[in-house]
């Protein structure tokens, strides 16, 4: 399939007026050096493949996140998000994924052996996530109430949110739930929460404060992302998580995401 890609590439190259050398070997490194093969199946769902891993994406332009294999991907993730030493999680511990997208983070765990509870409300996301893992997803949002919401769509960049930007494409009704509503019907300790709500951190925080007092560790990203000012939530989520007895154990200054240990004293 690469080299077809090439040669349709090349026939293009060769009745054009210019030819540009470079350019050549930036399509060769692009298309033949890549470690993952994309197949379409229809639209908005990709299925890359690496020879160890498949996993379905929904997006042409994050592809690239695949280019050096599915697992490099992975591992990637969960260094952005400081998880990646987290041995000390029990196999019978929840792990819960808040602004799942297509899966990446629950995939990860939940071929460690753990049990995923992953959470995406956007509908063409979803459909990848509830192919991509076999743990329990929810095509809802989170946050301090239950009811129904608008969501923000920004899809090509990843940004949808409940939050309105001035960068959003169009918006939907969703439903939206608060996580404590949610888990009071799953029994278990939670190992790690990873909270990525594009701004949205502090109010699915004060909808989860039951949770909270059953959960190890928790991954936030507060990043420059709430609503028109694209204000950090590193405050909010720091005084709402020290007043849940659990403190900063870790911080990735190149995406604003912080590991949070509950403190047992």
Not at 23 to 47: A, H, Q
Not at 57 to 74: D, H, P, T
Not at 231 to 247: D, I, P, Q, R, Y
Request: net charge positive; charged share 30%; proline share 2%.
């Amino acid at each position: 399939m690469k080299r077809k890609i090439l040669a349709t590439l090349l026939r293009i190259l060769n009745t054009s007026f210019l030819f540009d050398l470079k350019l050549m070997r930036k399509l060769y490194y692009l298309v033949l050096r890549s470690k993952s093969r994309v197949t379409k199946l229809e639209r908005n769902l990709l299925l890359v493949s690496d020879g160890t891993h498949k996993i379905f994406a929904s997006r042409k332009n994050r592809l690239n996140l695949f280019y050096n294999g599915i697992e490099k991907r992975l591992v990637d993730l969960q260094k952005q998000y400081l998880t990646i030493e987290l041995n000390s999680l029990n196999i019978d511990e929840y792990v819960i994924d808040i602004g799942a997208n297509i899966g990446e983070f629950s995939f990860f765990w939940e071929n460690k052996g753990h049990k995923v509870i992953a959470f995406e409300p956007d509908p063409i996301e979803y459909k990848c996530l509830n192919k991509n893992i076999k743990g329990i997803t929810n095509n809802l949002a989170l946050w301090n109430k239950n009811g129904n919401m608008n969501f923000y769509l920004n899809n090509k960049t990843g940004d949808s949110s409940l939050i309105k930007s001035e960068n959003y494409k169009n918006k939907i009704e969703i439903k939206v739930d608060t996580l404590d509503s949610y888990m009071s019907k799953i029994e278990g300790s939670v190992g790690l929460i990873k909270l990525e709500a594009e701004g949205g951190e502090p109010e699915i925080l004060i909808g989860a404060f039951e949770t909270l007092k059953r959960t190890r560790f928790i991954s936030v990203d507060v990043g420059l992302e709430r609503g028109m000012k694209k204000e950090s939530t590193l405050m909010e989520v720091c005084n709402l998580l020290f007043k849940n007895e659990f403190e900063i154990i870790d911080f990735n200054p190149n995406r604003y995401t912080l590991l949070f240990k509950k403190n047992h004293g």
